[in-house]
T-cell receptor, first 113, second 113 residues
Framework: DAGVTQSPTHLIKTRGQQVTLRCSPK?????VSWYQQALGQGPQFIFQ???????QRGNFPDRFSGHQFPNYSSELNVNALLLGDSALYLC????????????FGPGTRLLVL | GENVEQHPSTLSVQEGDSAVIKCTYS??????FPWYKQELGKRPQLIID?????GEKKDQRIAVTLNKTAKHFSLHITETQPEDSAVYFC????????????FGQGTILTVHP
């Protein structure tokens, strides 16, 4: 049973560029949530996707957008990168996401120079 | 929105001792409280969770207690081992926010042999 997978594992970008991160949920899960984890802090909720729609959003600007595909995989896009966007981006999958257990992927470490 | 406070920020114990980490939450409607363990460079791993219809849950050396009236919950680790050393995060979920988890700031637990 495959767990949550994410790609790429590491990424280096420069300010102003755009980035796309990818997530495949755990088998049997249909909901994907994205979190940003800055160094030394807890994960911060970005948004959640269910049935290919953004169902809930945290306090992140519109530069952060996402998509969910019919196979439940998801992408996180960040435009106009800022130095402060450097962080570990975690994807978590769950079933329906209604207070169900969330399992995290290994994350993508993004460094913005 | 929900706010989760976690204490202490660092905890150092001797092998075999017990460790307790405490979290308080602000939203009385929150009803799901998971705990995650994150080793350096790794993904957060769910170690135990509790829902608001129970006051305590145990899994071998790990237990979680919940006091809904006081809006706080605690993680208890008994007979600590060096491999328990990691960062521990508590989180809370309000069903009105679907699967959004609000995390505490984390506790760095160090178990000395």
């Amino acid at each position: 049973d495959a767990g949550v997978t994410q790609s790429p594992t590491h990424l280096i970008k420069t300010r102003g560029q755009q980035v796309t991160l990818r997530c495949s949920p755990k088998s049997g899960h249909d909901t994907v949530s994205w979190y940003q984890q800055a160094l030394g802090q807890g994960p911060q909720f970005i948004f959640q996707y269910y049935e290919e729609e953004e169902r809930q959003r945290g306090n992140f600007p519109d530069r952060f957008s996402g998509h969910q595909f019919p196979n439940y995989s998801s992408e996180l896009n960040v435009n106009a990168l800022l130095l402060g966007d450097s962080a570990l981006y975690l994807c978590a999958s769950s079933a329906r996401g209604l207070g169900e257990t969330q399992y995290f992927g290994p994350g993508t470490r993004l460094l913005v120079l | 929105g929900e706010n989760v406070e976690q204490h202490p920020s660092t905890l150092s114990v001797q092998e075999g001792d017990s460790a307790v980490i405490k979290c308080t939450y602000s939203d009385s409607a929150s009803n799901y409280f998971p705990w995650y363990k994150q080793e350096l460079g790794k993904r957060p791993q769910l170690i135990i969770d509790i829902r608001s219809n129970v006051g305590e849950k145990k899994d071998q050396r790990i237990a979680v207690t919940l006091n809904k009236t006081a809006k706080h919950f605690s993680l208890h680790i008994t007979e600590t081992q060096p491999e328990d050393s990691a960062v521990y995060f508590c989180a809370a979920n309000n069903p009105r926010s679907y699967g959004k988890l609000t995390f505490g700031q984390g506790t760095i637990l160090t178990v000395h042999p």
